[in-house]
């Protein structure tokens, strides 16, 4: 069993700056493809960065390349998405995701196993 649980959400003025943390309590995380996801008002959950089990390859969304970071820390089982230039589109619940993989490419979006409770990010203008 996987328990994954964010933080560092908030509200920021745009062109602010925030890190989420997701921790990862479970036994298998150095083996695990990690993923965020949001979710804003009336809109469906969208696909946002995801890396690889071993931190070489990292996947970002057209809508947050060059603004987010992801990375990962395999002894504090702990991944984290840094959000720079944040803009009110960005306003959304961020989730955490998981899926056990040691394929060097991103899971499809349907694939992960296991989702943290989420972490609400709100960008004021």
């Known amino acids: 069993q996987v328990q994954l649980v964010e933080s560092g959400g908030g509200l920021v003025q745009a062109g602010g700056s925030l890190r989420l943390s997701c921790v990862y309590h479970?036994?298998?995380?150095?083996?695990?493809?990690m993923g965020w996801f949001r979710q804003a008002p009336g809109k469906q959950r969208e696909f946002v960065s995801a890396?690889?089990?071993?931190?070489?390859?990292?996947y970002y969304a057209d809508s947050v390349l060059g603004r987010f970071a992801i990375s990962r820390d395999n002894v504090k089982t702990t991944v984290y998405l840094e959000m720079n230039s944040l803009k009110p589109d960005d306003t959304a619940v961020y989730y955490c995701?998981?899926?056990?993989?040691?394929?060097?490419?991103?899971?499809?979006?349907?694939?992960?196993?296991?989702w943290g409770q989420g972490t609400q990010v709100t960008v004021s203008s």
């Open positions: 890396i690889t089990w071993s931190g070489t390859n990292k």
């Open positions: 479970g036994a298998t995380f150095s083996s695990s493809a």
């Open positions: 995701a998981t899926k056990r993989s040691l394929v060097s490419t991103r899971p499809p979006d349907s694939a992960y196993d296991y």
